[in-house]
């Protein structure tokens, strides 16, 4: 079979997928890149895409990170057709395929202790051995497993793996082999109440009738192990597909020291959720074209396995702040506004006034968290700044004086009715030109109204400011010399 040629005789309807997080943390942002994929074949192929919550690790898994995984997909829009069903909560139906095997002689009950287990592994690997386990508890008789479970020793589920070779057509890699032989005979569960990962997962998949399993090139190791379990139990090899890892830009897996990686610290810094989607997108995954802004419906429309790509995703934090600012200058001013609020709690700020200085400020934002900082100065009653900020070029002291002077001179006299950018701008400019630079002019009136280097046109932010306040702050520059 050719890689990808499967899906030209699945009908629509058929094709299944699945997201399985552990809620032991944040929803990562490779985790939502898993998600998404997907979601994106599944609505494709006409399909449904499922949600899983893997919780079985009973200490770790919490609540608040379930909460957490469901929120952030939902803000992403990328919807599932059913769940979330919980491991947690399908305990009978896990026993039922384990009492299974034990009763074909495919699994079987050990009672070897942790230390025995560690001795015995540390003995293998100085002899430069596979640390696999040996299979001693598969010798035992039905008796004395039997008196051993009578006595309550403590014991753990061991499924018999065959020496044999594995393989399998991966969408994205091809074909793949492993062999079965190193593996040694692996532990599937604690007990018949507590599955551990890989049986678990290859329950839930034949039970939810999951025809593509596509996910993380960190969890290829786990397939042959879960393939050996489905031909054990019986149940159909669902199709493979895993994607390349996601590195920082020096090429090394993303983690916390390249920035934030949960969608949650994405959010909260400002990133919009259509950015985040377009930006996973391209993560592993290549339309062929020159194109590169997608919403989420696009890439319905376009994506498909065959086009991911098998080498490293790089993270690129400069294209993410690119897309995030062409979605937030594609945003109306009112939701614009809308969006920005949450980030001046704290503050008493007019809905009105702060959407003035949003529409000056929409073609600078990267991120939505950045408006307090940018715009502090408007909510202030006094600037804090260094005069030397208030020089033009080589500009003395007495030059200073007297731009800010002219300045008081000239915006004194208009009338608050004429207060307005246009006005002001032409006023200011006439003035600037017989100057001969307008720097020496335009300059120290940014400064005195904003205390910044960088900034919206002072024209604008006099206009919000008004005329009162345009000039005590020009005063206040005056007073500085």
């Not at 074949?41 to 895409?49: L, P, V």
């Not at 100085?126 to 386990?133: F, L, T």
């Not at 399993?213 to 379990?229: A, C, F, S």
């Not at 993303?254 to 993560?283: C, D, M, P, W």
Request: charged share 35%; with cysteine; hydrophobic share 35%.
């Amino acid at each position: 079979m050719k890689q990808g040629e499967k899906f030209e005789f699945i009908k629509p309807g058929q094709i299944r997928t699945r997201f399985a997080p552990s809620p032991t943390g944040f929803l990562h942002i490779g985790s939502a890149r898993t998600a998404l994929f997907n979601y994106l074949f599944a609505q494709k192929n006409q399909g449904r895409f499922i949600l899983r919550l893997e919780d079985t690790d009973v200490e770790r898994s919490k609540p608040r990170f379930e909460k957490d995984i469901i929120e952030n997909l939902k803000w992403l829009g990328i919807e599932w057709n059913e769940g979330p069903y919980k491991q947690s909560e399908r305990g009978d139906i896990y026993a039922k395929y384990l009492e299974k095997l034990i009763k074909e002689g495919k699994a079987y009950y050990c009672f070897c202790s942790e230390e025995e287990l560690e001795a015995k592994r540390q003995e293998k690997m100085s002899r430069g051995e596979p640390a696999r386990y040996n299979g001693k508890c598969a010798k035992l008789s039905k008796k004395e497993v039997e008196k051993k479970l009578e006595e309550g020793k403590k014991f753990i589920i061991r499924f018999k793996v065959p020496a044999k070779k594995i393989s399998f057509n991966d969408i994205v890699r091809g074909k793949i082999e492993f062999d079965a032989g190193l593996i040694g005979d692996i532990s599937i569960a604690k007990d018949l109440s507590a599955p551990l990962y890989n049986f678990a997962v290859v329950v839930d998949d034949f039970e939810m009738e999951i025809s593509h399993v596509i996910r993380g090139e960190d969890l290829l190791p786990n397939t042959p192990v879960q393939i050996i379990l489905q031909e054990a139990l019986g149940f159909p090899r669902p199709q493979y597909s895993h994607l390349p890892l996601i590195f920082g830009p020096d090429r090394t897996k993303l983690s916390k020291r390249h920035g934030a990686v949960s969608v949650a610290e994405y959010k909260k810094q400002g990133y919009l959720s259509e950015t985040l989607i377009n930006f996973l997108a391209f993560l592993g995954w290549n339309p062929g074209t020159e194109r590169e802004i997608f919403s989420l419906s696009s890439l319905i429309k376009e994506f498909s396995m065959e086009k991911v790509q098998k080498g490293g995703a790089i993270f690129n934090i400069k294209r993410l702040d690119f897309l995030n600012g062409f979605y937030i200058r594609q945003k109306s001013l009112d939701r614009l506004t809308e969006l920005c609020l949450p980030y001046f709690e704290g503050k008493t700020v007019d809905k009105n006034y702060l959407k003035r200085i949003i529409a000056i400020y929409q073609e600078r934002l990267k991120k939505l968290s950045e408006i307090v900082e940018l715009t502090d100065f408007f909510f202030k009653e006094k600037l804090d700044y260094d005069k030397k900020l208030l020089q033009w070029k080589e500009m003395n002291q007495r030059e200073l004086s007297s731009s800010l002077e002219k300045l008081i001179e000239i915006l004194s006299k208009i009338e608050p009715e004429d207060w307005t950018k246009e006005n002001l701008e032409r006023v200011l400019l006439l003035e600037a030109e017989k100057v001969g630079d307008r720097g020496y002019l335009l300059w120290p009136l940014r400064v005195a109204l904003t205390g910044k280097e960088a900034s919206a046109g002072p024209f604008e932010i006099a206009e919000i400011l008004n005329k009162e306040k345009t000039l005590k702050r020009l005063k206040e520059a005056k007073n500085l010399l």
